[in-house]
């Protein structure tokens, strides 16, 4: 299993150093736009560098009856927010989004004491960055269309460096062109209106996944992903998150890891087997050091294909149960059963 090491002030040093690895918290100056793009000694132009980073928080908030996933997406050409919830009992599913041109999306620089946000008329998702106190907190406020419910909530996300390991990587799309994520899989306690139907969350039974990503991705670029969290017949939190994307040295440089009650286990690359045709159709993924074996059975998705001008997007993301298992370095066996969770396909130019 990789090393995870403390994690520097900063992630491009003054002189354009790039602090490659996987690190132990987020950084607290995630200067992504220092990086030097290519090894030319002239300069390229804040604006470009400003305009080619892609960046956005993610949460997914799974319930015992319900999942709710929610982004807040600056494309710079583009804004985007998303919020759907499925509700697991009943299998049925509703989407509100929203896009802007460039500019729309507000998100934060950083972790410890910053907001995202995306608001227009009758749509407002804000996401209130407060690692510095152990938590972070959604505000939803979406107004009713057509057959699709009013969203009204908020929710605390429990992310307490003290007793949770989160994934923090960076890793080298080129030596010059970093791919930033943080992940963490945490309590979560609030509630959700869905109408008048109240949803309430406890933390000592629900699982909020948070993913942010800053990243200078290629033209074209893909990935493959796959994440799901819950709790054990013991009470213990088990999650993972597992990705295959264009980061060539993915046995080092990956962001694969599992959780056990906020203890993270980094692992070897990841290998996805499935039906690109038809991404409904039962998955399975390895990892190469063994330590994880899944079969995921997908019970619906969130698909969108954007074709505009140069732009492209194919996005599928099924979401259902995962069952295998996760063995550690010790040979202990943690069997993963029925967790409910998500996976990804997305080939892009942008």
């Known amino acids: 299993m990789r090393k995870v090491e403390k994690t520097p002030a900063r992630m491009v040093e003054k002189d354009g150093t790039i602090n490659f690895g996987t690190f132990q918290t987020p950084f607290r100056e995630a200067n992504i736009l220092d990086s030097p793009l290519h090894a030319s000694s002239s ?7 400003k305009f080619r980073l892609k960046e956005w928080q993610h949460y997914g908030i799974i319930t015992p009856t319900h999942y709710f996933g929610m982004v807040i997406f600056d494309a710079k050409f583009m804004g985007v927010s998303f919020f759907y919830a499925y509700d697991r009992n009943e299998n049925i599913r509703f989407e509100h989004g929203a896009q802007a041109p460039g500019g729309a999306s507000l998100v934060a620089a950083q972790m410890y004491d910053d907001i995202c946000e995306f608001k227009q008329k009758g749509y407002l998702l804000r996401f209130e960055n407060k690692l510095q106190d152990g938590y972070h907190k959604l505000i939803i406020d979406i107004a009713g269309k057509k057959n699709r419910p009013s969203v009204k909530g908020e929710i605390k996300i429990l992310e307490d460096l003290n007793t949770i390991e989160p994934l923090v990587q960076v890793s080298p799309v080129t030596p010059f062109r970093p791919f930033y994520t943080h992940k963490v899989a945490a309590p979560a306690e609030g509630e959700i209106m869905l109408d008048v139907k109240k949803i309430a969350l406890h933390c000592k039974q629900d699982v909020a996944l948070i993913d942010e990503q800053k990243t200078y991705y290629p033209y074209v670029s893909f990935w493959k992903w796959a994440t799901a969290a819950g709790y054990n017949e013991y009470g213990e939190l088990l999650a993972f998150n597992l990705c295959q994307n264009m980061i060539e040295n993915d046995e080092d440089y990956n962001e694969n ?12 690359a990841a290998r996805f087997k499935f039906e690109e045709n038809n991404v409904l159709h039962p998955w399975e993924v390895r990892t ?29 993301q099924p979401f259902g149960m995962y069952n295998g298992r996760f063995k550690n370095e010790h040979n202990r066996i943690y069997p993963l059963t029925n967790l409910f969770g998500l996976a990804e396909h997305h080939i892009t130019r942008y």
């Open 43 to 49: 300069k390229v132009p804040a604006f470009w560098k």
């Open 288 to 316: 190469n050091d063994g330590y994880m074996d899944l079969s995921f059975t997908p019970s619906g998705e969130r698909a969108e294909k954007i074709s505009i001008g140069v732009i492209r997007s194919d996005f599928h």
């Open 257 to 268: 890891c599992v959780w056990v009650d906020g203890k993270i286990y980094c692992l070897k």
